[in-house]
């Protein structure tokens, strides 16, 4: 299977995690692939990506591709949606976030999914798909909650669609909720023509005056109303396929892609750290950029301070973890329509 991983690069913060994010991906990436950088248009608007980015970009095999925002010019995050409708020969487009770094070898086709978190498929055809991203759409729980209930039925109502009947555990309170997705990675099959859809979604929902508090997740509440348009099979991925480092602390087993969001989110963990100063020392472009960006501390050996308050830290977001679980668990009632893993760190 061949997949397409593309990304958000546009002039300004993202440039610099769009290059630490192609660099990571060609270091550990082991599968066939090609990783495209989309770059919004028109420039008046979205800025000029340098030509030093741009090089960088063809040197590391990445293609570079012109997309405009199909949402509206005062929501960046429509960006993602123009994403997975670039010309791709891929069997699989993989959208990823910019502030994304793949962490250890990636090999998807050797992973397989867990076929008790997959919907909308026979349980012998869930059994069947080989590869964590073998569903027509894949992607992590978000973090929704169980009271949004009446928003979801007026969303669903727009579209004359029911209600789902299963469920899934919510990323933030570990609850059961209606199907609500992270879009930092979003895997979709190619030639389903989800980008319209998706698209569609947004726009109507967008529209929607009785639909409140839609900012900034309009596209991620759209996400579940594209799917159930379309009918597709869904793959709930485990967090270690886009793993929120602000949330919780890594694992001693590395996940597969870290969703660092800030640079300080990469300067608390150390291992996250060092991979950023093996990246640039590997390239040295790389390297004066980030040197001569506000993101240059990553450089710098940690001082006694610093390891004491990231230690600190990363006990406390353990410690708020655990208690989360433990309610959650303690919570459950038998015979439950839950998933078959938990929301948060795989130790």
């Not at 340098?50 to 590391?60: E, K, N, P, R, Y």
Request: charged content about 20%; aromatic content about 12%.
């Amino acid at each position: 299977m061949k997949y397409c991983f593309v990304f958000v690069c546009q002039q300004g913060g993202l440039e610099l995690k769009a290059m630490l994010l192609a660099a990571s991906l060609k270091r550990y990436l082991r599968c066939d692939y090609e990783c495209v950088a989309a770059i919004p248009q028109p420039a008046t608007q979205w800025g000029t990506v340098s030509a030093d980015t741009l090089a960088f970009m063809q040197d590391l095999g990445v293609r570079t591709v012109p997309i405009t925002n199909p949402i509206n010019e005062y929501y960046p995050i429509g960006n993602k949606v123009a994403c997975l409708g670039i010309d791709t020969s891929a069997d699989k487009l993989i959208f990823l976030d910019s502030d994304i770094l793949c962490t250890r070898e990636f090999a998807p086709d050797t992973i397989s999914p867990n076929p008790s978190t997959i919907f909308g498929a026979t349980l012998e055809s869930a059994n069947e798909m080989k590869g964590v991203f073998a569903a027509q759409f894949n992607a992590k729980a978000g973090g929704g909650s169980s009271r949004d209930i009446e928003q979801w039925q007026k969303i669903y109502d727009l579209f004359k669609l029911p209600l789902p009947q299963w469920r899934m555990i919510s990323s933030i309170t570990n609850e059961l909720i209606l199907p609500y997705f992270n879009a930092g990675l979003i895997a979709v099959q190619n030639g389903l023509g989800f980008a319209k859809i998706w698209e569609d979604c947004c726009q109507r929902i967008d529209a929607e005056a009785s639909i409140t508090d839609k900012y900034p997740w309009l596209d991620q509440i759209a996400l579940p109303i594209a799917i159930s348009r379309m009918n597709l099979t869904v793959n709930v991925l485990d967090p270690c396929f886009s793993y929120e480092v602000h949330l919780w602390p890594l694992p001693n087993d590395l996940p597969f892609l870290c969703h660092y969001h800030t640079s300080d989110g990469i300067r608390s963990e150390p291992r996250l750290n060092r991979l950023v100063n093996e990246l640039v020392n590997t390239y040295p472009l790389l390297k004066k950029r980030l040197s001569n960006s506000q993101w240059a501390y990553l450089l710098a050996p940690y001082t006694l301070t610093e390891k004491i308050s990231y230690f600190i830290k990363r006990q406390i977001k353990a410690f708020k973890y655990d208690v989360k679980r433990y309610f959650h668990l303690t919570g459950r009632k038998k015979g439950s329509n839950l998933l078959g893993h938990s929301s948060g760190p795989q130790q």
